[in-house]
């Protein structure tokens, strides 16, 4: 990696992840509103959480922890990946390539961050 970022906002995986909240943001904006309090905020929480994980365990000093916090975005990374599923067996008629592809390159980043 040479040099050190500067900020999560350089990385990579964290703009990844970013963008991929603002996309579950207007996904989930197609859905019912019924699902508002339902599928809607579980999607976006675990969205969301994904990049601010990513965002503490920068901030970590000790190597445990920034693999702690790349862990947990992981867990958050695959519950909308279940949750995905779901709203694809309820809201067929919707885009979901676009999240699908940026969730799929985040997941794949973080693994390889705790696999290292």
């Known amino acids: 990696m040479g040099e050190k970022t500067k900020s999560f906002r350089n990385l990579i995986v964290w703009q990844k992840s970013r963008d991929l909240a603002v996309g579950i943001y207007h996904l989930t ?3 019912p509103r019924s699902e508002m309090y339902g599928l809607t905020n579980q999607m976006r929480r675990a969205a969301v ?3 601010s994980n ?11 922890e920034k693999r702690q916090f790349h862990a947990i975005a992981y867990g958050s990374g695959s519950e909308l990946e279940s949750q995905i599923e779901i709203a ?8 979901y390539k676009d999240v699908e592809g940026l ?3 985040v997941l794949r980043i973080l693994n390889t961050f705790l696999n290292k």
């Not at 990513?54 to 000790?62: L, S, V």
């Not at 694809?88 to 885009?95: C, G, I, T």
């Open 49 to 51: 959480s994904i990049s």
């Open 88 to 95: 694809k067996a309820l809201f067929p008629d919707l885009h």
């Open 103 to 105: 969730l799929s390159e």
């Open 54 to 64: 990513i965002a503490e365990g920068y901030h970590r000093f000790h190597v445990k």
């Open 29 to 31: 904006d197609g859905f």
